[in-house]
């Protein structure tokens, strides 16, 4: 028996500061088109897709930051793509920066909603693994400053049942820690969205200089990360990139559907808005899922230890 979503990775080409709202969304329309006359009734889009990468700039001033955040969602400017998924009946995934008034304090986050067939928002995920630093970088490595803007996550890794599956959801550098698969599988997650905006360069420091990282090793990391967590935990992994030259930063895209087995199925070309689909069968990861990873017959919770220090703490010799 199979149980089949058709899953469409809708891409984003560079949104340079100047864009308008509007422009954006526009552009988030014709992709949501493109993937539904692929057949597709899920669409998942990057992080941020609502506005530039702006943590790669360090203001001083929170209403900059602010500026480029949501105080609602949906609001006036993104309800012409809830319309008109509503219209197609085709869900997505929407990551955007959030604005929101907490507990008498105004707080920031990392954000990404999944908008079911009929336009209602059926669950929201807050990015918990926060890359970047606070303040700015004076080795000139450092590109980003999320640390700077956002909080830390709090509602966990939770799952949702929708599109006939368990689905669970991610973002941007979540996807380099096991413990972000591995969260969502023990909840059942057969499949997890992941949107996200990664340099196509990385620096490091080498004896006080700075220095490139190889030119094939971060798109390589993007895609080893993401095809080992969905391996390790049964699950397909749609991973979806802000792609190309954006405000003199250039994104490396490589969005891509990854099924269970690991294998890449369905993969991006370009560094601009394009549209990839596949058929994301759920029941595929089902003999898996009962012999090599059988969660409950083979794997050892046991803490021995040490799973809850931190690096370099020696907690038994
Ligand atoms: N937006 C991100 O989370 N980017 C990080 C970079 C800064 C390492 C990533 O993991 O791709």
């Known amino acids: 028996m199979s149980r089949v979503v058709r899953v469409a990775a809708a891409q984003l080409g560079p949104i ?5 709202k509007a422009g954006i969304v526009a552009r988030l329309v014709a992709l949501l088109r493109q993937a539904h006359s692929f057949g597709a009734e899920l669409v998942v889009f990057p992080e941020m897709a609502l506005s530039t990468f702006f ?3 360090v203001f001083d001033d929170p209403d900059e930051a602010n500026a480029f955040c949501e105080s609602a969602m949906p609001n006036p400017d993104v309800q012409p793509l809830f319309d008109e998924a509503a219209r ?3 869900g997505f995934y929407l990551g955007y920066a959030e604005l929101t ?11 990404t909603v999944l908008v079911d067939r009929d336009g209602a928002i059926i669950g929201k995920y807050r990015k918990i693994h926060l890359p970047g630093r606070k303040t700015a970088d004076p080795t000139g490595c450092a590109g980003n400053f999320e640390k700077r803007y956002f909080e830390v996550g709090n509602l966990g890794f939770p799952v949702f049942r929708a599109f006939g599956g368990v689905v669970g959801m991610c973002i941007c550098n979540d996807r380099r820690w096991p413990e972000t698969y591995r969260a969502l599988s023990l909840q059942g997650a057969e499949l997890i969205m992941c949107g996200y905006n990664t340099g196509s360069q990385r620096f490091g420091m080498v004896d006080g200089a700075r220095v490139l990282d190889p030119a094939h090793l971060p798109p390589f990391h993007n895609h080893l990360v993401m095809q080992a967590g969905a391996y390790q935990n049964c699950c397909w992994v749609i991973g979806v ?3 190309g030259f954006e405000e003199g930063v250039e994104f490396m895209g490589g ?3 990854i099924a269970p087995t690991g294998d890449i199925v369905a993969q991006a070309v370009t560094t601009s808005d394009e549209v990839v ?7 595929v990861s089902e003999h898996n899922r009962r012999t090599t990873f059988n969660f409950e017959a083979n794997r050892q919770i046991q803490d021995y230890g040490i799973l809850t220090a931190q690096r370099g703490v020696v907690v038994k010799v």
């Open 255 to 257: 969005t891509c559907i």
């Open 55 to 57: 943590p790669r700039w």
């Open 277 to 283: 689909v596949a058929n994301c069968d759920l029941e």
């Open 241 to 243: 990139a802000k792609a």
């Open 101 to 111: 008034e907490e507990e008498g304090q105004t707080r920031r986050f990392n954000t």
């Open 16 to 20: 340079a500061r100047a864009e308008t």
């Open 88 to 90: 197609l009946k085709i």
